[in-house]
């Protein structure tokens, strides 16, 4: 029987854990940041919203608002994420370029390499995140090994069972798992699993989804952060970003937190223009959410960088004094020590 439960009814239904409280009043948390976004899917008003939810704050394309998200700038002989994409790729754009109604977002397998760990060996499949029609100008890309996709699978199929009825998922093998054949069989039926799950609209905007993409690279992001590996950490926050806006999931509070890393790393790597873009790009987004936790330390680090790069403070610091008279703790958390305390989960 597939008739839909309601909304929120049953613990595998539903859009995921309600947010926290002191991200929905107007109270502020003093004690810190922890816990302070809200759930993958959760959609803010003013917030970019993902292309098929027919708001005006995405583009027509699904994707969010700008060219691409953000660029992290690399000095000469640092690359940022992923190689480029190789010919194979530029090709299917061009391809892609032909057709009537190109899908609007391409998953294709580009490498993939077997690894040999001392008690496990397994295939590491890098996937590349596609605009139809266009060449980005740098690649949105990620890693996953089978028990990757088969956790996805599995989850979705708890969750959505009627939608993923029809969605074919390639079978554990015994043997003969790591033969060029069965590699590229494998490649092509993942990319053909992601874009049909891609093609239904709730699952495209489901946590499981969105996480399947984003949560190990956000990690990955954070952990370099925390370390000081800054222009590593830049790169990965980079890559994140194109992710999120390749996924139209710049409406989630993960996108914020992506702001954070990419403001927090161009500080520290001496790049105050890109921190100061950030950090405007954020409180853009924020402009109509008075009491989120990250509002305050994206204030603090504007009117710092303004400041510094000989730029307009005037509007950060009034509002900022707005909150400071609204109760705002004297010494509210650095947009740094924010980044670190985030529970990415």
């Not at 704050?57 to 940022?80: N, S, Y």
């Not at 990419?262 to 954020?282: N, S």
């Not at 994206?298 to 403070?313: I, N, P, R, S, T």
Request: a positive charge.
């Amino acid at each position: 029987n597939c008739a839909r439960e309601p909304r929120g009814a049953g613990a595998g239904h539903g859009n995921g854990p309600a947010a926290p409280s002191h991200a929905r009043g107007r109270g502020w948390d003093a004690a810190g940041c922890g816990g302070m976004l809200q759930p993958w899917n959760a959609a803010p008003a003013s917030l970019c919203g993902s292309w098929d939810q027919g708001t005006t704050t995405g583009t027509d394309d699904g994707q969010c608002g700008g060219d691409g998200g953000h660029t992290a700038r690399t000095e000469p002989g640092h690359p940022q994420g992923p190689s480029g994409p190789p010919r194979s790729l530029q090709e299917l754009w061009r391809r892609s370029r032909g057709g009537r109604a190109p899908p609007p977002l391409l998953f294709e397998v580009s490498s993939a390499s077997v690894v040999s760990e001392r008690s496990s060996k397994y295939v590491l499949y890098t996937i590349y995140l596609i605009r139809s029609g266009r060449a980005d100008k740098a690649p949105a890309a990620i890693t996953r090994r089978y028990s990757d996709f088969e956790r996805l699978n599995r989850r979705l199929r708890r969750r959505f069972g009627c939608d993923m009825a029809g969605v074919a998922f390639p079978r554990k093998r015994l043997r003969r798992n790591f033969t060029a054949e069965t590699i590229a069989k494998r490649s092509r039926a993942f990319e053909q699993f992601l874009s049909h799950l891609h093609s239904i609209a709730e699952i495209r905007r489901s946590a499981e989804f969105l996480e399947f993409f984003l949560l190990q690279e956000l990690r990955a992001a954070q952990r370099l952060t925390c370390t000081g590996l800054y222009r590593e950490a830049l790169a990965a926050w980079a890559n994140a970003a194109r992710l999120q806006e390749r996924l139209g999931a710049c409406h989630s509070g993960r996108f914020l937190v992506t702001l954070a890393g990419l403001a927090v790393c161009h500080q520290e790597l001496e790049q105050l223009g890109e921190a100061h873009g950030c950090c405007e790009q954020a409180l853009q987004l924020l402009a109509a959410q008075d009491s989120h936790p990250l509002l305050a330390p994206f204030l603090q680090a504007h009117v710092h960088l303004a400041w510094k790069v000989g730029k307009d403070k005037r509007r950060s610091e009034a509002r900022l004094q707005e909150l400071q008279d609204a109760g705002l703790p004297p010494q509210p958390p650095s947009l740094k020590e924010c980044l670190i305390k985030e529970a990415l989960d």
